[in-house]
């Protein structure tokens, strides 16, 4: 269960070696005790998450998750509520890819769009129909600015995280009435290995940071949040620029 203070028992990390993610689980865990199922590939990456979770208190289960199995996802999902009732699920699994890559080559656009729309869909059913059964529960859905003004610098990753926002967003209004709750977390720019290599812009921020974040929102039972927070207005300045001079700005 939940408690009145918005703090899960159970947490279920889809992407468990996300680093944001685990810094969202770590940042429950400084409060709290708690059981984390990870869900990820088998991987050492995989081995050194649940490690380091274990070592600061969580009890730890893991199970293998490819987001693109989509067959095995009812499996994966049921093995998750035998373990224990999910309060809290976070989808963290992601793939940035090369932008100019992606729209030129069949195969990684293909592979864009299943692992971030498609994997993101097939969980989200399936987590949405667990929760409403169970008349609680919350999802967080990692989200991107990318995705709410898609641009030609990323157009099929912002594509991807277009469809999944929108349908975590729909996914949370269609809950609302049996008592789950849906948070879709908008960050910029976040110092993970997704961004390795990647240009810094303006308003990067840490895991660390991004965490807090989306801990505070979900206690809060909030439904959309941007991080950092000038995204938001900074979004609705750009969607209603005249098109020929959206083009021309070096985003
Ligand atoms: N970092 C940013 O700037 C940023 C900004 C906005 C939104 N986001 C979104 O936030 C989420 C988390 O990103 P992050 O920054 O934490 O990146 P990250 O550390 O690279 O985590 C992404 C994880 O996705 C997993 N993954 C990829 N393909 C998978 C598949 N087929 N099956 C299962 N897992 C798969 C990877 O797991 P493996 O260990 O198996 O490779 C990887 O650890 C993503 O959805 C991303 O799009 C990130």
């Given amino acids: 269960m939940i408690d009145a203070t918005g703090n899960p028992q159970t947490i279920l990390l889809l992407g468990g070696t996300s680093d944001i993610g685990l810094a969202i689980v770590r940042e429950y865990l400084a409060k709290q005790t708690l059981r984390v199922i990870v869900a990820a590939r088998p991987s050492p990456r995989r081995d050194e998450a649940t490690a380091g979770l274990r070592s600061i208190g969580a009890t730890v289960d893991v199970l293998d998750f490819d987001a693109t199995a989509f067959d095995s996802h009812p499996g994966v999902i049921d093995a998750a509520w035998a373990i224990a009732d999910v309060d809290l699920a976070i989808v963290a699994f992601g793939l940035l890819g090369d932008a100019e890559q992606a729209w030129q080559d069949h195969a990684a656009a293909v592979a864009l769009a299943q692992v ?71 960050p910029g720019q976040v110092r993970t290995k997704m961004l390795d290599g990647v240009k810094e812009g303006p308003g990067a921020i840490a895991p660390e940071v991004l965490a807090r974040t989306v801990v505070d929102a979900a206690r809060d039972g909030r439904t959309l949040i941007w991080a950092p927070a000038f995204f938001r207005p900074m979004m609705w300045v750009l969607k209603h620029l005249p098109a020929p001079i959206f083009r021309r700005l070096p985003i």
């Fill in 116 to 186: 971030n729309y498609t994997g993101g869909v097939s969980v989200g059913v399936l987590l949405g129909q667990r929760m409403k059964e169970q008349g609680y529960g919350q999802i967080i859905a990692l989200s991107s600015v990318a995705g709410e003004i898609v641009r030609r610098s990323n157009f099929v990753y912002g594509s991807t995280k277009a469809g999944f926002d929108g349908f975590y967003r729909l996914l949370g209004e269609a809950l609302e009435p049996f008592g789950p709750k849906v948070l879709v977390v908008r």
